[in-house]
């Protein structure tokens, strides 16, 4: 398939969503602003200060409510642009990401 595509498809599968999400990437993390989700991954504005790159595993905490722990997705970084970080879900996961009974 034709990337640009692939592209197009990918991105229609995405829901606007903005809220807040902690990026934890070993032993450093940074809050960053969500931009979308679907059921494979999301995208978030890169962090300030942050030093992501394409195919590092991160955990993200998607936070519902401030009185609930917060909802843990293992993840991977598929992709770093000046402005945005692409990350994939290492399972489908509910939008937004819910937890799991």
Sequence with gaps: MDKALDDERRIGDRTPFH???MVVR????WFAELLDLSEG???VAVPPGSVL???QVVRLFFY???DKPAVIVAARVARVTDS?????YQEPQSV???RRR
């Design 64 to 66: 519902e409510a401030e």
């Design 41 to 43: 991954g999301c995208s």
């Design 19 to 21: 809220d807040r999400v």
């Design 53 to 55: 790159e394409e195919e």
């Design 26 to 29: 070993g032993e450093q993390a």
């Design 84 to 88: 945005r970080v692409g990350i994939e």
């Design 96 to 98: 937004p990401p819910t």
